[in-house]
């Protein structure tokens, strides 16, 4: 395995950290050891931050599976995402650029993995992008990972997923002594792999992507090693999935759009407005403000050319049979 394959995941095992994490609770050198580690933290951790840098991060989002979405400031989630728990790959499904990713990111970083953990033990993982396109997908995974020609993806992906698992020895230790009964935060902690922008790989490579995938989504449903999110768009993406094992594989969870009374009060009045014209799509309203060309057109107009764009060009615009799933299959 290339050095930059071992990198993703970050450097140094479950006793290494928590050794740094004892130092640093009484010791004024062990802070700056952990801050020295903070600052070597993962692809992941970096990507959610970046991500999650927008004024939007601060609204809380509420949500029901597949159910009426309620979202704003001073909303209660109506139910936890349970990343932790869940033994089921998750998709989150919501039009283009309603706020999917930075809901996710605003969840593990803010809700799964409180900061006082995060600065301990920043949480490992892989976020994939799945609008930068390859002739196959296993050419794909291997630009997001960063091996060589020579190294099978898949392979190395669930090794490092091994690896991390094998790493938190200590944690392994506590949950078969105290089992049920284990704190959560004392637990193995999981590997978090976010595959942003999902429906793009599904519109280019279709049924190889469902069998591509097919391993990861097993295991994620079969073994504790780490959980798997997919970010999707549109209905035909749902049914996609669901053509893996006669369905059950995945759960699947209503994307949040942002309220109103939530964009006045983080963004303004006259940014609301813009809101409601491009009909509640938090993205493409911050597009409109951005982009040069719509100075000569109404926000409406504007929101509807990218709703066509997107569905043109980055949708899964025509469904996935099972007859197309199997005879994939079969090749």
Known sequence: MSSKAKNVFGNGDEVSQIAVGVVGMGLLGGFYAVKYYQRRTNKFFSSLLQVSSSKLSKIRFSYLLRGPIFVGIDNTPIKSLALMDSFRALAVIGANRTGKTIFISNYILNDMFPWWYRFFFPPRGLFLNGNQMYPTIREWLRSQISITDEEEPWYVMRNLLSKRRNE????????????????????????????????????????????????????????????????????????????????????????????????????????????????????????????????????????????????????????????????????
């Open 168 to 331: 938190q020895r200590v944690r392994l230790f506590l949950q078969n002594v105290f089992e049920a009964k284990c704190p959560r935060f004392l637990c193995p902690q999981p590997a978090i792999i976010i595959v942003d922008q999902a429906e793009e790989l599904l519109r280019a490579y279709r049924a190889n992507f469902l069998i591509e995938f097919y391993d990861l989504v097993k295991d994620a449903r079969d073994l504790d090693l780490f959980r798997l999110v997919l970010i999707i768009n549109t209905e035909n993406a749902v049914k996609a999935l669901e053509l893996m094992n006669g369905g059950g594989m995945f759960e699947i969870v209503q994307g949040p759009k942002v309220s109103r009374e939530a964009i006045e009060k983080t963004y303004g009045e006259d940014f609301a407005k813009i809101f409601d014209d491009c009909d509640g799509c938090i993205g493409v309203a911050m597009d409109y403000v951005r982009d040069s060309r719509s100075k000569n057109m109404t926000a409406k107009d504007y929101a509807e050319m990218q709703k066509r764009h997107y569905r043109d060009f980055l949708c899964l615009v025509k469904e996935i049979t099972l007859d197309e799933y199997s005879k994939a299959q079969v090749k």
